[in-house]
């Protein structure tokens, strides 16, 4: 029961960090689960997940609540996600859970540098809208749901600084589609890892619950912080993410 509580408290924490970055939780779920419970690298991934997919989906309904998420945007990104996401989640089931959890290190040290390099870029405004349409956002949600696929984390961690520099959508209406994305292939990849006997349900379980308590302060406050700090706050938060798995290493 003491164990349940303490991951409830846990998830809690998480959720609120989801809900901040739109991000669900699980990116820094899964270097919590690895480095201090001890789990692989994919069994990490699919307990994080348990977490992620009812917190995604709590999320994007707030973050709809905000703002009006349009559906001829959040379409061909939820669908183009969920047969790549299924694809990369395949993939990661069968690797070397130690090759897994570099690849993960270098994947947050790569987005983290990513980030830091665009809030120093020129660039045109940020809209509501969209500079490119389809099938651009068919590409985006390919690429993002294999990302999310293979790493357990929903692809919104990829595509929403895409959406930002690229797209040229604001920091909030980029995590709103962001979540879009996530909510099919985060469900997806749970699914597949589950099948693979890569989840701790009994872990997952009370972090869900945690989350689902939470996450909606998380995407409160993301609505009241300066565009600047929120983007500052998601790259040192990947960087910390990175250290802490890189430790475990």
């Known amino acids: 029961m003491i164990e349940w509580l303490l991951y409830i408290v846990l998830g809690a924490g998480l959720g609120t960090m989801g809900g901040l970055f739109g991000i669900g939780g699980g990116?820094?779920?899964?270097?919590?689960?690895?480095?201090?419970?001890?789990?692989?690298?994919?069994v990490a991934q699919g307990t994080a997940l348990v977490m992620v997919v009812p917190n995604v989906l709590l999320a994007l309904w707030r973050y709809h609540q905000r703002i009006r998420i349009e559906l001829r945007h959040a379409l061909p990104l939820a669908l183009c996600s969920l047969l790549f996401a299924w694809l990369g989640s395949i993939w990661a089931v069968g690797l070397d859970?130690?090759?897994?959890?570099?690849?993960?290190?270098?994947?947050?040290?790569?987005?983290?540098?990513?980030?830091?390099?665009?809030?120093?870029?020129?660039?045109a405004p940020a809209s509501e809208q969209?500079?490119?349409?389809?099938?651009?956002?068919?590409?985006?949600?390919?690429?993002?749901g294999a990302m999310g696929g293979l790493f357990g984390v929903g692809?919104?961690?990829?595509?929403?600084?895409?959406?930002?520099?690229?797209?040229?959508?604001?920091?909030?209406?980029?995590?709103?589609l962001s979540l879009a994305l996530a909510a099919p292939s985060t469900s997806v990849t749970l699914v597949t890892y589950g099948l693979h006997h890569s989840v701790d349900w009994s872990v997952g379980v009370p972090l869900a619950v945690g989350?689902?308590?939470?996450?909606?302060?998380?995407?409160?406050?993301?609505?009241?912080?300066?565009?600047?700090?929120?983007?500052?706050m998601f790259c040192v938060f990947l960087v910390v993410c990175a250290v802490m798995l890189a430790y475990e290493l």
């Open 27 to 42: 990116l820094i779920a899964i270097p919590v689960l690895g480095a201090l419970f001890g789990l692989d690298q994919q």
């Open 211 to 232: 989350g689902l308590l939470s996450i909606s302060w998380g995407v409160k406050l993301a609505h009241a912080l300066p565009e600047r700090v929120l983007k500052g």
């Open 155 to 176: 692809g919104a961690v990829v595509a929403t600084p895409i959406l930002t520099s690229v797209f040229g959508t604001t920091q909030v209406v980029a995590q709103g």
């Open 97 to 123: 859970a130690h090759s897994m959890r570099l690849g993960f290190v270098g994947f947050l040290v790569a987005l983290a540098v990513w980030n830091v390099v665009r809030m120093f870029l020129k660039v």
């Open 130 to 144: 969209l500079r490119y349409p389809w099938p651009w956002l068919g590409v985006l949600g390919s690429f993002a």
